[in-house]
């Protein structure tokens, strides 16, 4: 089986070519490329025709649908990606298989095998259809993933995953770090609120966004009130909004 891989990551190309050695032995590799101009002008003039593509979505140089625009692909692909899950249930739904990173081989071990399948019945592949999901899986709105700080005389990187919430103390924006350390922030919170990938931060009242892991005990409050404890802990406890409790019982089960 002659395998083609498409993947701008050289750690993700090397773990991929390892894994199909242990579970595809009867597969060579053929070439391995890290761009849409590469892998289209190898797909041109192939020196013989792949059997099975694995195409990273998001490359070098652009998103790997743009292959399918500059030339014909003749072969069944395998997406592999970091995108959600839920976002590309619909590859399924047009024989086309996808494999999240980083790929467990057992996941591969599937593809796979659906790859057999269809390619013993010969089926053809809807590329048409891909692309127009491909673009609805990139079009998803972008979130901050860090922000850039002062730490003493330095300027520093925060990412995302070390804040536990954010507030606003005296008309300034803190973000309160993992590790208990507060961080001035450049933004307002509605700039925040607006830029915060709504399924990990919550605006529980207009001085602070806080994210699930932050959350500690929580009582009811009086007016229908309830009031939060923070990890790592606040001045003092959190009232969340009367009119922000419901919304807020579904975002921390998991509804929003």
């Known amino acids: 089986m002659n395998i083609l891989l498409i993947e701008d990551e050289l750690p993700a190309a090397r773990l991929l070519a390892k894994l199909l050695a242990e579970h595809c032995p009867q597969g060579r590799i053929m070439a391995t490329l890290d761009s849409v101009e590469a892998a289209s002008q190898w797909l041109q003039k192939p020196p013989t ?4 593509i694995f195409m990273d979505i998001q490359l070098a140089d652009g998103l790997s649908f743009d292959i399918f625009n500059q030339t014909e692909v003749r072969s069944p692909v395998i997406f592999t990606t970091a995108f959600d899950q839920y976002m590309l249930k619909a590859f399924k739904v047009h024989s086309i298989d996808y494999l999240l990173k980083p790929v467990e081989p057992e996941e591969l071990v599937r593809a796979l095998e659906k790859y057999e399948r269809f390619f013993k019945k010969q089926e053809t592949f809807d590329f048409g259809s891909i692309q127009q999901l491909l673009q609805a899986a990139v079009q998803r709105p972008q979130y901050k993933e860090r922000f850039l700080v002062k730490s003493g005389q330095h300027l520093i990187h925060l990412p995302i995953a070390d804040i536990a919430y954010f507030f606003s103390e005296d008309k300034v924006a803190f973000a309160k770090g993992n590790d208990g350390r507060k961080h001035i922030i450049e933004y307002t919170l ?12 919550f605006r529980i009242n207009r001085q602070t966004l806080v994210r699930p892991e932050a959350i500690g005990k929580i009582s009811q409050w009086f007016n229908s009130r309830l009031k939060v404890e923070l990890l790592p802990p606040a001045n003092d406890a959190e009232v969340v909004s009367r009119e922000r409790v419901a919304e807020f019982k579904k975002w921390l089960n998991g509804e929003g």
């Open 49 to 52: 025709e792949p059997d099975l």
């Open 190 to 201: 509605d700039q925040l609120e607006g830029c915060l990938d709504p399924r990990q931060f």
